[in-house]
Every structure is written in structure tokens, then in C-alpha cells.
């Protein structure tokens, strides 16, 4: 039904604009008018129009600065993030005068140099000087802005995350997952191989190298089994692939265990998912890792962003300069909460795949760490569980 | 008429012509031109009624709206409420379209092919063949994008961008499957199309102009159009390695991008790859692609503002030297779309340097715009307010690009609602508004009639109303830290202020619709019912309105005209006109400039 309005009001417009022409086009011929010859009264009501824009223009700016200007860039709630607002200020700065400067000259111009019948434009082709000074000034005012752009950046990088706690931030289609070293101080190594329900990071020790060896051999074999049996010959091939497949990939985890034997160092991290940590005025060193495709860590209130790129390690150092329950008094707004969203398009979800973050203070982010399992604790538990389970039946 | 004139002329028009050769495997590069600007017009209407399509999800999150079932049915909008795989398919798509259909086959086509045998004085493309292979690779390659809306698992939708690994796992997304071969295949296609046709481009420019044209005395059409076609020669023949590479990545097990991943659950055995390869190869063309679309724009403008404004363009050699800078800068900056990659900081400090760069020649060819208006004699023409549209354009997303260049500031804007806003304007609606003063500017050389004018002036002042009432505002949602490519914003409190914003931006989407509704019918009905078009409407100095108004092959009969002079005598003191078409001696004494 809707369909059918749709294409009523469609093609009833396009027939009443058609006969409006015609009105048009008749009369023009009446009064001889012709399309390339503009009238001086349109040329005067363009040239109203562009002075009128001018207002208009700067007036919507202006109004869309005051109402919403607030929220842009929010409170910057790290170290460097305050930074980089300072290098915003002093871009605003030079790009708004910039824009309401040149803008009044164009629509001035427009609206002032309307073509009048009778009279000349000024034969003005080049004017070496003056072009000379607009190559220079832009140029002077650029380096400017190159030089205090880059003294901010090189200082953000130079961080080294000497003596910062080390975070690693995992992605995968949809959510988030941090996991904080142990007592060791040090976050063990991890290899994508290794990762199942029970391990999702795929942190190597011993154990998890053996759960997977186990787990693959299971599957070559029932495949094995399966062929035994007799089937179509597209899904036995099907399954011989499966198998070999399995096989590759079973002798890399075999070199993983031979280079990693007795590796202790995994055993004690702790992953963590839903919300995360982190104390305020600590550098912290993220590594972002990621399971499929890639993500972006973004972090708008800490002025924080990095891709996280499968096969690769990526590290952003950055240090929180106010906590949550402080921000939370200053908006007053009790629910609020520092955010971590991915940015770069990773699916359908991609939208809703955040985190919480909590910046606490160090006493209350030590507390929070210490409820935090270690991971391999949390599998045996859950093996023990399986066990016992196994043994009721 | 000299004998011999006469029958040359006869050769040109003598033979007989079907149906076929005329409209369709047309050689003529006229109607070439013709031929790809209907296309891209098809292309812009499906691009825009996408943009529509997403912009009434994004400000109205998860309401029903029965034009969406109606026109994506049961399976991508149920009920009426935007399905999101296919949200991404819009997106990718509308960005595709938009970026290579519209502004780059659509203008660069368009218009290289009416103006440059017409301007330089040649009675066609070097080689009218591989001219009308441009537009059929063209036309194979809209076809294919266009019907790859219609598949069943959905259209490509990792982004205009498709960075792998989204985009070579078919498991990652549906849009990954069917609907990435398609939009691989028609990419191909539409590569091959741009090389033929800029390749036509530089080797006419440079080897078919006629006597007394020398380059510097080429309209600044044609310097835009021939540093377009090398930028597009350089640069897409690199898109085209990176799409290979991901064709086999996609079918042949290779691992040029993939590591270590597991996807929906299947642990992939690649490894060793790096999707960081894909983004160097991808922005090498990418960002040159911006200046692809781009500097035609801005040639069109410098005609139309000189001719318009009645006025010798001001300093000539300084924008042809600008737009050889821009052209030259273009390929050393890529790397400011990967400040967040991970990518060296050091190397990250070089592009910010070479990206800064370009604001130079960008700035000095704004300022020579509005030296060219001043104490002009300004006519106001639909193409004059669209190319002064373009200056306010040009400025008001060139400078957001300062803060976008700035890796400090990128940081934090990166990939958000601020860089949307940002290209938009710079690209989108500066892009546009060259095409459509080129549109109404030439369309009396293109169809023989002429457009109405009041129907053009409404045309304009909806656009450019609707153009910063949809992306100025973006600019605040991306520094509030709203990020792009999000099917709804509803789950983070923090843009809970926004809502109203971004239904004011929907509103003036459908506003610009509208406004393109009244071009559509003012382009179709004076196709067929404008005015006759004079010899030389708008009184300009090049020679392309030196042609008979109807269409023939060889453009001239009988010689090619001799230029004598630059294109810009516009109100030259001595001369009682107010344009003295190149074609006209220098008289006794007189300075050419």
C-alpha cells in the first residue's frame, strides 16, 4: 500500500513540476527571455543571497558551537591527552580565524562585485608580489603548526613504559579482553594456535600445549574413524583435507612446545573481561592483540587509539590522570563510566563492542587485582570440575 | 570553403551511421562524454537514495520506515527497521559508488572526454577506440557494483576502504562472501577503465593540440584534467596490485594479509602476512584518488569562475603550479590515514610533515579565487554559484584536514564522525559541486539546449544549505568521540546529547535529495525540451564554442581554428568586448599577458 502512495505522490509531482515548465517555458518565449542572458534582477538576488549565507552560514556555526561545543572534546583524563588539547586550542585558534576570515572575503566579493550592465571587470592576471606572499605566510604559519604538531606526537611516543604496568588488551568479533601479568611482573607469551574455551588468549604453558595436542589428535582420530566408514566421495576428500590440515597445524603446536617447554611465565596472568582496571597516575603500556580481523582500541576521554592487527603486536603508554569516581563528582553523573569502543569496522556488532574501563586509586586497584584468578588456577579448577563430574557418571 | 577543407569535412560525416555506432559502440568522444555522465548520473541517484537509506537508522536508531521495507524488503529490513550487515553493505557501497562511479568515472570521464578535443582543438581522442573501450570497461564495471546490491548474502560491506582481514574471510561478515567477489571484479574492471581513458587523456593533451596552442596557453581545464590522468596512470595500477593480492588471499590459500587468525571458530593455517601491506598498497592509490576527484573540480571552477566573473583567472602559472604540486604531494602522504596503525612514529612525523605541505598550494589557489572575484563583473549562472559553493567547500574541509594531518590530533579523531564531516566537504560536496557547474556549464555543448537557469538557482541553494547542514555537524560528533561505520550510538550514554543533532543531519539529507530531485528534472526534460543553445552562450574565449551546435564528427568542418592568445583575455582594457576568444590575433602592440 505504502508502495503505491510512494509512487502516486512520485509521479504526480513529476507531472505537476513538468506543467510548471511548460507555464515557463511558454511565457519566457512570450516575453523573449533567454536561458544564457541573466537577468540584473538575478544577479542582485544571488548576490543578496550569497551576503545572506554569509550570515546564515556563520550564524548556524556559531549556534552549533555554543549547543554542542561542550560536549566535544570531553575533560581529557590523561597525561598526555591534556597535551594534545592544548595543541586542539591552538589549532581552533588559527583554523577559525582562518574560516571566518576567508569566508567574509568570498561572500563579500560575491555579493559586492555583482555584474552591473554598463561597466568592466578589472584586467588584473598576475601580481608576482602578492602571490609571493601568500605562498610565504601560509607557509611560515604551517611550520608552526608542523613544529608544536610533532613536538606534541614525538612527545606521546617517546613514552618507553619503563616501569609501567603492562596490560594486554585482546580483541576478537565482538568484545574485549585484558589480561594483567601475574607476580612475575611479565605477561606470557601467547600464540593463536593455542587458544580454546578454556585458554581464549591462547597463553602458552605446558598444559595448555598439552590440552591441545590432546585435542587435535581426538579429532584426527575420530575423522580417521570416519573415513572407515563408507561415504560420498566429495566428503571423504573433504575429511582427508580436514585431517591433513589438523596435521600442519598439530606439528607447528609441536615446535611450539619444544621452543616453550617448562615456560612458567603464563601461568600466573590474569584475564579479565567486562570491565578492567587501571590506576591513576601509573603509565600504563597497552599491547593489543587480535584474533581475526582488525579492530581499533579507542579510548576517546584518554585521547588513546591504536589498530589491532592480527599477527602483530601493537602498544600504545599512556598515564590516567583522574579517576573514575573523580570524573563521576565533576559530571556529576553517577553512572558514568570511561569507555573502551572498537573503531575500525569489524562486522555486524562492530558498534557494540566495548568495554568499561575503571581508573581507581592505587590502593583500590591493588584490592581489585588481588580478587582477579590467575588463569591457569581458574582452568585446573574447571578441569577438576570435568573430573569430578566424569567420576559421578 | 576551400576545396579541400570541403572534403574533409565530407570524411568526417560522409559515412553512414546505425543505431548502434551512434549511441552505443560510439567512438565520438562527445558522445562518450554523454555516455558517462548518464551512467554516473544513475550511479549518484543509487549513491544518494544509500545515503538516505542509513541516514534514517542513524537518526532515527531502530525505528521502522516502511520506504526502507519497501525498498530493501523483507530480508534487509524487517519490518522496516534497517538489517545490520546490510547497514554495512549501504555504507561500503554508498562510499564506493560515490568515491570511484560518480567522482572519478563520472567527472574525470565526463568531462576529459567533452573538453579535451574541444579546448586544445583536435577532432578526437588520440585513439577513439580505446576511448569507447573506457566506457564499456566502465559501463561492465557500474553494472556489476550496481547489481551486487541484489545478492543474496548481501553486497560487499567492510568499507569503501575493504581492509582484509574483514574483508578476504567470507566467514567474517556475509557482505565477505558473494558480495566481495563482486565488488573485486567490478574494482578490476573499473581500474582498467581509468588507465585506458587517462592514458587517452595525456597522450591528446600533449600530442593533439592544435597550432599556436602551446601549454601555456592550455585552459586550466586541461592542466587539471592532464595532471589528473598522470596521478591516475601512477596510482591505480598499485590499487590494482592490492586487489590481486587479496583475490588470492580470498581463493588460492596465499597469506599476502592474513596471520595467525582464527574465524568463526576455524583456526586459519596462514600466517606471516600483514593486512598493514594491504593499507600501504590501498592508500597509495587512495589518497591520490582524492586529487583524481578533486583537481577536475577545481580546473572546472578556474574556467567557470574567469568566464563568469568576467575576469582573467589571476595568476595563471601559479595554479598550474599548484595543481603540479598538489599532483606531486599527493603520492608522498598516504601514510596520514595510518598514524593509528601501529605504523613507525618516526615515518608517522614524515607524513605529517608531507601532508602539511599541501595546504601551500591548496591555500594559494583559494587566495587566487578570490583575487579573480574581486572587482570582477560577476554573472550569476547556476555553474557560477556552484563553483563559488566550491571555494566555501574547498576552505571549510580543507582546514578541518590541518587538524586531520596533525598525528597528535589524529589520535583522537581518527576514523570518527570528524573525518567523515571532514572528506565530505572536501571531497564530497567540492567534487560535486565542480561536476554539476560543469554540468551546467557545458551542457549547451553536450546537448545542443540550454538548462533553465531559475530551476538551477533553486538547485544550488538546497544543495549547499543541505550540504553543511549534513556534514558541519559531524564535525562535533566526532570530537565528542563518536566513531564512523556504527549501525546505532544508543548503547554509550555519552551520546545521549546527540540524538536531535543527528536528526537534524537525517532532515537535511532528505533536503538534499530533494534539492537533486529538481536537478534530475531540469537535466532530463531540458535535454529534450530546453532551449536551443547559441553558439557561444556563456561569451567565452575557449575554443570548444567555436563548434557548430550540433554534434559532428571532427568537431570543425573545415580547418581546425589556429590560438592565438591565452584563454583568460577576459575585459582586457583596449578591447571593447568583455572576452576576446583565443582564436582572435594578437593586434599590433598587444601584450598576451
Known sequence: MTRIFVVL?????????????????????????????????????????????????????IWQIVSYGPYMLPEAASEHGADIDQLFSFNWALLFTVFFAVHTVLFVFAYKYHYRP?????????????????????????????????????????????????????????????????????????????????????????????????????????????????????????????????????????????????????????VVKGEFHIPVGTEVEFLFRSQDVIHSAYMPHFRLQMNSIPGDVTRFVMKPTITTSEMRLKLNNPDFNYVLMCNKVCGAAHYNMQMDVIVDSPEDYKKWLDEQKPFIAETINEEQIETKQLADN | MSSVAEAHAHAHTGHTETFVSKYVFSMDHKMISKQFLITAVFMAVVGMMLSIFFRLQLGWDGESFAILNAFLGDRWAPGGVLDKNMYLSLVTIHGTIMVFFVLTGGLSGTFSNLLIPLQIGARDMASGFLNMLSYWFFFVSSVIMFLSLFLESGAASGGWTIYPPLSALPQAMPGSGAGMTWWLISMALFIVSSLLGSLNYIVTILNLRTKGMKMTRLPLTMWAFLITAIIGVLSFPVLFSAVL??????????????????????????????????????????????????????????????????????????????LVAIGFLSFIVWGHHMFVSGMSPFLGSVFVFTTLLIAIPSAVKTFNYLTTLW???????????????????????????IILADSALDINVHDTYFVVGHFHIVMGLSAIFGMFAGVYHWFPKMFGRMMNTKMGYLHFWLTLIAGYGVFFPMHFLGLAGAPRRYYSYSDY?????????????????ILGGIAQVVFLFNFFNSIFKGQKAPLNPWKSNTLEWTTPVEHMHGNWPGKIPEVHRWPYDYSKPGIEEDFVPQTVPLAPGEEEH
Open chain 2, 375 to 401: 572587482r570582477g563583473n560577476i554573472v550569476y549562472t547556476p555553474a557560477m554559484l556552484f563553483s563559488i559553493g566550491l571555494v566555501s567547500t574547498f576552505v571549510s574541509g580543507g582546514l578541518t584536514g
Open chain 1, 9 to 61: 505522490i512520485v509521479a504526480l509531482a513529476v507531472i505537476a513540476l513538468a506543467q510548471l515548465m511548460r507555464i515557463y517555458q511558454l511565457s519566457s518565449k512570450v516575453r523573449n527571455k533567454k536561458e544564457e542572458e541573466i537577468s540584473d534582477t538575478d544577479n542582485r538576488l544571488n548576490a543578496s543571497l550569497m551576503l545572506v549565507s554569509l550570515f546564515s552560514f556563520f550564524g548556524f556555526v
Open chain 2, 245 to 322: 593480492l587479496l583475490i588470492m588471499d580470498r581463493t588460492m590459500g596465499t597469506a599476502f594479509y592474513l596471520s595467525d587468525i582464527i574465524i568463526a571458530g576455524e583456526v586459519l593455517e596462514q600466517t606471516g602476512g600483514s593486512p598493514i601491506l594491504y593499507e600501504h598498497l590501498f592508500w597509495f592509490l587512495g589518497h591520490p584518488e582524492v586529487y583524481i576527484v578533486l583537481l577536475p573540480a577545481l580546473g572546472i571552477t578556474s574556467e567557470v569562475i574567469s568566464t563568469n566573473a568576467r575576469k582573467p583567472i589571476f595568476g595563471y602559472r601559479a595554479m598550474i603550479g599548484s
Open chain 1, 118 to 270: 554598463g561597466t568592466k571587470a578589472y584586467y588584473y592576471p598576475h601580481n608576482n608580489k602578492l602571490e609571493f606572499i601568500w605562498t610565504i605566510v601560509p607557509s611560515v604559519v604551517l611550520a608552526g603548526v608542523i613544529i608544536f604538531g610533532l613536538i606534541t606526537w614525538n612527545k606521546i611516543q617517546k613514552a618507553t613504559g619503563d616501569g609501567a604496568i603492562t596490560i594486554e588488551l585482546y580483541s576478537k568479533q565482538f568484545d574485549w579482553t585484558a589480561r594483567y601479568s601475574g607476580t612475575d611482573n611479565q605477561l606470557g607469551k601467547a600464540n593463536y594456535l593455542l587458544v580454546s574455551g578454556t585458554n581464549p588468549l591462547g597463553i602458552i604453558s605446558d598444559h595448555s600445549i598439552a590440552e591441545r595436542l590432546a585435542e587435535m589428535e581426538e579429532s584426527i582420530d575420530s575423522k580417521e574413524r570416519k573415513l572407515q566408514s563408507i561415504l560420498p566421495d566429495d566428503q571423504a576428500d573433504e575429511i582427508e583435507h580436514s585431517i591433513k590440515t589438523t596435521q600442519r597445524l598439530r606439528a607447528r603446536v609441536l615446535d611450539i612446545q619444544t621452543k616453550n617447554a617448562g615456560l612458567k611465565s603464563g601461568m600466573d596472568d590474569k
Open chain 2, 493 to 509: 550514554p555519552m551520546f545521549d546529547n546527540f540524538v536531535d543533532l543527528n536528526q537534524l543531519v537525517t532532515l537535511f539529507a
